[in-house]
């Protein structure tokens, strides 16, 4: 690392490919340009401070892998998609270690749970009950409920407004989902 490149023995730095900020974009080798393509942060992280495959009580986004790489979004009570915004508040979400519920960063006093006590298909914000049906983890690219159900965009529809519910898990790319940390 020298600075913010990493380089190899030959010189050569990391680099995003004909600096395409889109996901699957290529990484390659090149010789040095100096332009953002080539720069980057390392994070260290402690590995043994995850806790259901997320960092407690480090703020994140929970980013749908569909087209529109849209947020999970707290509007009111419920859970739906919209675009990501770098400064929305009701973007931003917490792992509680204590409780292992996912809470927004600006209220600790609901939690993100299945509807109706577990027994409906929305995903929502209720009172912290510490309680199975508001227990979620990171599997890969799932968020997982203790039951085996998976965050899920309705309908598998990208759009803004959409419905979060929870699902059983059937591979779709409506419920896929990556952890975004700010």
Avoid: C
Avoid at 78 to 87: A, E, G, M, Q, S
Avoid at 131 to 137: A, E
């Amino acid at each position: 690392m020298q600075g913010n490149f990493i380089v190899n023995a030959r010189g050569l730095h990391i680099d995003v490919h004909q600096s395409r900020d889109v996901d699957g974009a290529n990484v390659i080798v090149w010789k040095k340009q100096g332009q953002l393509n080539q720069q980057w942060k390392i994070e260290y992280i402690n590995i043994d401070s995850i806790q259901n495959g997320i960092i407690p009580d480090k703020p994140f986004k929970i980013i749908s892998k569909m087209r529109g790489a849209r947020a999970i979004t707290r509007s009111k009570n419920n859970l739906i998609i919209r675009d990501n915004k770098k400064n929305d508040a009701d973007q931003l979400f917490v792992f509680d270690s204590q409780t292992g519920s996912i809470q927004p960063k600006r209220d600790h006093n609901v939690s993100i749970e299945i509807a109706d006590a577990g027994r409906n298909r929305y995903a929502q914000l209720n009172k912290e009950r510490d309680i199975w049906f508001q227990h979620f983890q990171l599997r890969g690219e799932n968020i997982v409920n203790e039951r085996g159900l998976v965050f899920d965009v309705a309908g598998g529809q990208d759009k803004n407004g959409q419905s979060v519910f929870v699902w059983k898990r059937h591979n779709g790319l409506n419920q896929k989902w990556r952890i975004d940390y700010v």
